[in-house]
């Protein structure tokens, strides 16, 4: 029986994937039935120049936005612009950076960022100094918490890692904000300091904004929109410099 | 996440199938950045020291059907169709060009056989679990891929050396 080839045989002979055992059974038959075994050889011939005509794809670099493709829906924006825009800081000084009194918001071009910044600082102020009930959802169930508020605000949130600046995740509650709502993330370091992460959505989906600070009644705010979120890091705890580092930090993990 | 990384490692490779699947490279980028969103929206359901590889092509493959089904009746890749427009980017060598205006032009399931034998280089036990297909379709699949193939480039060779002919 062993003269009988099947075409799956020679399939998994073009593939070079036929048993040992079937081997010299298939070579016997294909010498035998050349016409085959040219058909054979041809398939390999073509398997090897399917390879070579999309091998340049593995090499290809990836674009940024497949690589952080669903790990957030935030549409890229350009790290190099942030960057650029903290090292301006650094250069021109504290002093030199956006800083907004509450009072005059409504002049600036921004409002609306700065509205969220608001709400923000008055959100980390209301919730941050609870000692019980500083969060809906524990740190303990994040991925509740975060497949929770993804779904109520329709983007896919995660609650970005900040140990590198000393803060872990205490956890997170659902907030109202103007236009829906809005999710706020609390983080707490060794010694008790909080900040507080606020994410809303965002109605017109291609504005973007750099970096901007803003401060009221001592809780100190970073924030900037992305396409289809805001967000805004609130801290009356840590000093401006750390609250970059952290916005920095954020940014960096919601799209590197 | 260890899964993460891993699933990122694997762009390349979720672009070149694509590229050879749907047949131009926005198209292709489009489906994986498609597959790359809902593996990680279901990147739970994975079972961790299963092959993350076959699950997320299996990802991919039912992404793609979707979307074939979500956009036109048919699929328009069929053999009997005119010839694509033209996709292949400059610098290809004819070679090349001609065998991607082969592959597009393969029926679509039997495209991805083709396709995951070839360039993922998937067991047919493999590629039978991605797809969803008994192993014995997988066979045939294959080998009528390989013979239209095959017989596509001869005619592409013959009509070439007519061309030159003609000349």
Redesign the interface.
Known sequence: MSDIVS??E???Y??G?LPQARRAAVEGWLAEHPEESE?IA??RR??E???????G????P??E???H???R?LPMRRIAAVLAWIALGAVLGAGAMWELRPERIVLQTQPDGVVMARRAAMAHAVYSPEVRHPVEVGASEE?HLVAWLSKRLGV?LRAPKLDDAGMSLVGGRLLPGDSGPVAQFMYQSQNGRRLTLYVRTEASKNRETAFRYARENNVGVFYWIDRDAGYAIASGDLSKEELLRVADLVYKQLEP | MDEAKRLVELIPRLRRYARALVGDKAGADDLVQDTLERAWAKLHLYRRGTDLRAWLFTVMHNVHVNRVRATRPTDPLHEDMPELAYRASQGDTLLVRDLDRCVARLPADQRAVLLLVTLEEMSYEEVARTLGIPIGTVMSRLSRAREKLRAMMLGQAASAARLKLVK
């Open positions: 075409e799956a020679l399939q998994a073009a593939d994937r058909r041809a398939y073509l398997s120049e399917v390879r070579a005509a999309y091998e794809m593995l090499s290809e990836v674009p936005h497949l690589k493709a669903g790990s829906r991925q896919k």
